[in-house]
């Protein structure tokens, strides 16, 4: 630091010169770190030499300044160390001068005590703003709210002391608390107190029982609150109060929904924001630099933060921290923010809140604005490491238009701002929608539009579009709503036109979508802020009707569709796994909350593949492979979070697996599979048989059960050794008995298609060697073909085919008849060839039984790809909804006759 201290801040000069011991004094501290432990020693050398608390208090205050002007202006200290010392001793001073307040008022009138508990009673002193975040300036005022838990009267001991309501005993309280911080005495203050964050602002009372903010909170809590009360931290209180307390501030702060409507709330606070500055601004020209509330300002960036905490911290307990820093931490570790803006916006706050404090530091003033004079600009400058005014200039101007810019780019007003491309393209009677809707002609008048637009069956369409319009679902919406959804079905219509020609299918699965979630504003919202994601969710209702459905029974997923990055990026599914236990364990012992967090993590990457998948980036095959990797993971995690819940369990973690069959087996699974599945454990403990089978059991229920959430999958367990009359769970010893002796010749075709799934490794390992050893055993070849085509026959028979269509799965020369022959081959020739026993797939298998001889090379290759087409057909007819995939004869002839010469070739 090229410029003296004592030249830098007239405070740190007036107050070092006021005392020859002080200089003295700051550079003993400033050797320290600054924690409670030294400011109780300060304090207590202090009172020892005669100080009174308040006196004593705000010499340390002073000294405490002047040690970090020291530390920092010495390049000492960092930003971390400033704002965390300040808060600490924010927290310190309030701490101590409450108790000694507590104990004065107690002993003048009595305990309080709760009118329901009987209880002593305590004030919780919620500390807001940059005191709250831990991120406190260095001359700040502290932004308090005084609470109580209940109401009641104190409970006097001598007849000296009067007796109070809590109520008033607590303002009392309260009133004797800012005195002692903020009255300023021949020793200065500790810290200037600003009460206008408490419930009903000036004008409410000063102390508040937990009753009282619960009902201002529900009835009368504005949106610009919830901005404030992200950042309320209790700083007194027992552990059990502020636990209550939270649970009360939290449902009015953080939505169980995804709350896209904090954009447009936190958009109008920052607007009457710049207002105020602009206004102050034109009369005091000189003063056009103001840090904190300025153009690309603190603030800004502080909003930036605690937007995605508005919208996500309801879902995502780890986005409720309360400091600005951590959170853009957050924001870029969990990609919701690119992680170079991130470092650019910490960048800015950091340079930003180091030029706050040297302001600061000029004269222990509370001021965010660089000095009229230059030169006291020019110190400022040269604090900051600068030799001239305009180089700080400068580098405060880039640094306050990267900030503006990162702004601009999550507030701009989109509705009204930025008109997209669509709509500027689209006739003007778009624009009065909402007038053609409701006047006597509107039918015509919507006819002749959406011809204009191109559409097809204009006239339907029209009678569609009214006709939800004057529902009275949508009639009794708030009329904000109503227009939010007028104008979205106006942005909509000519995006229809555009990427789609099935325009009165499309438009008739979008309002069935806009229907169902015309009542949350939020999501309204979401689509309103964010013109692509209407547009992608027009393109995947217009590609796929079970899509339609899946967005209309889940629209939570609507976040998915904002980030291309996170939308189209690969599935990393450990890492998943990673977070599902994390979002998990931040539930502890609430089993709803755990499992809707399962569904909604579900939903949400099923809702990623489906978009990949409707853009062709996956084939069948790997889609089936990323749901399988997907389900593999949510039934680990669901296994590891339901015996961490069991009590009495009798080991840390369980000896006991789930093995998949069927399509999961297969790795064949598709977005609405059933999970095939038989749980094995092996543990010799009493406790086992018992402990496992609840295990299994709450497993299901973890699947199935419906939730507000939906349901994670159906659960078939028919497969387990003894099938309906078998033990829910085994013994990987009962098993291997009952598959070597006991079990029927399709639950052996069934474990060709078997696999380890999750929970115990060396359980599944085990199943390996004895499904291998269950699948190599030598057969007699003539009772095999007649069993296989016995059970073929039955399956044949029980789903008949009536259309003139073919099934692509039941009929005759299709999926189920190349199953078959996969499962047949492996069975009979495994004690041959170990390898067929190998989970590779039908695909590859067919090829292999190619290369081995087993049968016709090239006719192995051409069933394999008819059942590769069989997929690809079966997975479209899905993705329209359809129940049974069917289609034309004429459309797989070939690949029929592929599967019935081969069939013929081995069954005759």
Known sequence: MSLPILDASRFYTRW???????????????????????????LQNETDSGATLPAAMRRLRNLVIAT???????????????????????????QHQLAATMQEMIALHGTPIGEESGQPQEMIVLGMGKLGGAELNVSSDID?????????????????????????????????LIAALAEITADGFVFRVDMALRPNGNSGPLAASFGMVEDYLIVQGREWERYAWVKARALTGK?????????????????????????????????????????????????????????????????????????????DAALRDRSTRKTLRILADKQL????????????????????????????????????????????????GYSDIATLLSELEKQRVIVARHFDEMFNDKQNGQKNEQQSDAPNVAAELAVVLSSADSEDAITQFLTQLGFDEAADSARRLLSTWRSPRLQTLPEASRNKLVALVNTSLPIIAKVTDKHSVTLSRLLDFLEAIARRAAYLALLTEYPHALERVIRMIAASNWAAMYLTRH??????????????????????????????EESPGDTERQMDILREMHHAQLIRL??????GDLSVEKLADHLSALADKLVSETIHAIWMMLPNRHRDEPRFAVIAYGKLGGKELGYASDLDVIFLYDDDNQDAPGMYAKLAQRFITWMTAHTPAGILFDVDIALRPDGASGLLVSTVASFEKYQSTSAWLWEHQALTRARYCAGDADIGARFEVIRENVLRQERDPVRLKEEVLAMRKKLYDAYPNKSTEFDLKQDAGGMIDIEFIVQY????????????????????????????????????????????????????????????????????????????????????
């Open 16 to 42: 070092i010169n006021a005392d020859s011991s002080r200089a003295q004094k700051v550079a003993e501290v400033a050797k320290l770190s600054l924690n409670p432990d030294v400011f109780a020693r300060v």
């Open 337 to 384: 923010l690119k992680p170079e803006i991130v470092a650019e916006l910490l960048h800015a706050y950091t340079f930003l809140r180091d030029l706050e404090h040297r302001l600061q530091y000029l004269e222990d003033a509370q001021t965010h604005t660089l000095p009229v004079n230059d030169a006291d600009r020019l110190t400022i400058a040269q604090m900051m």
């Open 825 to 908: 081959m492996v069975l009979r020739y495994a004690s041959q060839h170990p390898q067929l026993t190998g989970d590779i797939g039908n695909i590859a298998l067919l090829k292999l039984f190619g290369e081995l001889g087993l049968i016709d090379k090239e006719l192995g290759v051409r069933v394999g790809d008819a059942y590769r087409t069989f997929r690809k057909l079966q997975h479209q007819s899905r993705l329209q909804g359809l129940e049974r995939a069917r289609i034309s004869k004429d459309k797989v002839a070939e690949e029929i006759k592929a599967v019935a010469r081969l069939w013929q070739t081995l069954f005759g």
């Open 555 to 584: 629209p939570l997923l609507l976040d998915e569709l904002l980030d291309d990055r996170t939308l189209k990026a690969a599935p990393d599914w450990d890492a998943f796994a990673r977070d599902v236990r994390q979002r998990l």
């Open 239 to 315: 552990p059990e109060d502020i636990a209550v307390l939270e649970n009360i501030i939290r449902p009015f702060v953080y939505r169980r929904y995804l709350d896209y409507g904090s954009i447009d709330a936190i958009r109008n606070m920052h607007a009457q924001i710049r207002a105020e500055v602009t206004r102050q601004e034109a009369r005091h020209p000189e003063r056009s630099h103001n840090v904190k509330l300025g153009r690309g300002g603190i603030r800004e960036i502080e909003f930036l933060a605690q937007v995605f905490q508005l919208i996500r911290g309801g879902r």
């Open 144 to 176: 308090l709210i005084f609470v109580y838990p209940e109401d009641g009267e104190t409970q006097t001991t001598t007849p000296e002391q009067r007796s109070l309501s809590n109520h008033e005993f607590f303002v009392r309280t309260g009133k004797k």
């Open 610 to 615: 489906l978009a990949q998948d409707l853009v």
């Open 68 to 94: 970090l002007i020291r530390r920092d202006l010495n390049g000492d200290a960092n930003l971390n160390e400033v704002v965390s010392t300040m808060t600490a001793f924010a927290d310190f001073a309030v």
